[in-house]
């Protein structure tokens, strides 16, 4: 066994010092976007037992008046980007644009969409637990 030399070691201590600074600052200060030096909110703190939770999707209909669910599959778009995105998407609408071409450009057999919503459920709970009742809100609308 090579025993570490005392540069090594002051390196190493170093990096430490360094590391307990940062999880120390982000532990105060910190946020979700200073993970992993930040604490991650999703676990660092509770939810409201009767709150309502949240359940985004983006939905289209296409020109035979079908309404399609748009999914990652079908759209190239995945729930978290699209949830990520939703306030630029409320700013910029025709941003939507993009999606429809990526479901042409997946689906060439299917009719063209017409209109594309993302819609958010609000499904209703009540001490932790779902009650089966919901409602829709209709953030964002496009239409080519």
Same mark, same amino acid.
């Given at each position: 066994?090579?025993?570490? $030399?005392?540069?090594? *070691?002051?390196?190493?201590? %170093?990096?430490?010092?360094v590391a @307990?600074?940062? %999880?120390?600052?982000?532990?105060?200060?910190?946020?979700?976007?200073?993970?992993?030096?930040?604490?991650?909110?999703?676990? $660092?703190?509770?939810?409201?037992?009767?709150a309502p939770?949240?359940?985004?999707?983006?939905?289209?209909?296409? #020109?035979?008046?079908?309404?399609?669910?748009?999914?990652?599959?079908? $759209?190239?778009?995945?729930?978290?980007?699209?949830? @990520?995105?939703?306030?630029?998407?409320?700013?910029?609408?025709?941003?939507?644009?993009?999606?429809?071409?990526?479901? #042409? #450009?997946?689906?060439?057999?299917?009719?063209?969409?017409?209109? *594309?919503?993302?819609?958010?459920?609000?499904?209703?709970?009540?001490?932790?637990?779902?009650?089966?009742?919901?409602?829709?809100?209709?953030?964002?609308?496009?239409?080519?």
């Amino acid at each position: 066994m090579v025993a570490l $030399s005392t540069r090594g *070691i002051a390196v190493r201590l %170093l990096a430490t010092a360094v590391a @307990g600074a940062l %999880l120390l600052a982000g532990t105060i200060w910190g946020d979700d976007d200073h993970f992993p030096f930040g604490p991650f909110r999703m676990y $660092s703190t509770t939810a409201d037992p009767d709150a309502p939770t949240r359940d985004t999707r983006l939905e289209a209909t296409d #020109a035979d008046g079908r309404v399609v669910t748009l999914t990652e599959v079908n $759209s190239g778009l995945r729930r978290a980007e699209l949830e @990520g995105q939703l306030p630029r998407l409320q700013a910029e609408p025709h941003l939507l644009a993009a999606v429809a071409e990526a479901y #042409a #450009a997946r689906n060439p057999d299917a009719p063209p969409l017409r209109e *594309i919503r993302v819609v958010i459920r609000w499904h209703d709970v009540q001490r932790f637990r779902p009650t089966g009742t919901w409602t829709d809100e209709v953030v964002v609308t496009w239409r080519p």
